[in-house]
Nanobody
Framework: QVQLEESGGGLVQAGGSLGLSCAAS????????MGWFRQAPGKDREFVAS????????TYADSVKGRFTISRDNAKNAVNLQMNSLQPEDTAFYHC????????????WGQGTQVIVSS
């Protein structure tokens, strides 16, 4: 079974940066796509970014384009999210997720890491 564990969250002032990492473990790790999602208190979970594992093709939510960068590390079975120019509205619990095939759901999730951006 694939397991995911996020790290790197914390408190940062507006305009600052944080880097999140998601490390995968288990016998089977062969994703079609890895994604980052976030959920703020009182709001639905929202898509942040994803990366296609085969070639590194990336997709971003409009709200984070130009500020966040998703990347993969095949050797470490890890996916990262570099977050720059952070704003208070980026405050949320951030989760990484695993999609095994194009027609599959994101069905493996990490427990998440908290990001708080102060004004």
């Amino acid at each position: 079974q694939v397991q995911l564990e996020e790290s790197g969250g914390g408190l940062v002032q507006a305009g600052g940066s944080l880097g999140l990492s998601c490390a995968a473990s288990g016998r089977t790790f062969s994703p079609f796509r890895m994604g980052w999602f976030r959920q703020a208190p009182g709001k639905d979970r929202e898509f942040v970014a994803s990366i296609r594992w085969s070639d590194g093709l990336t997709t971003y939510a409009d709200s984070v384009k130009g500020r966040f960068t998703i990347s993969r590390d095949n050797a470490k079975n890890a996916v990262n999210l570099q977050m720059n120019s952070l704003q208070p509205e980026d405050t949320a619990f951030y989760h990484c997720a695993y999609k095994r095939a194009v027609g599959a759901d994101y069905d493996v999730w990490g427990q998440g890491t908290q990001v708080i951006v102060s004004s």
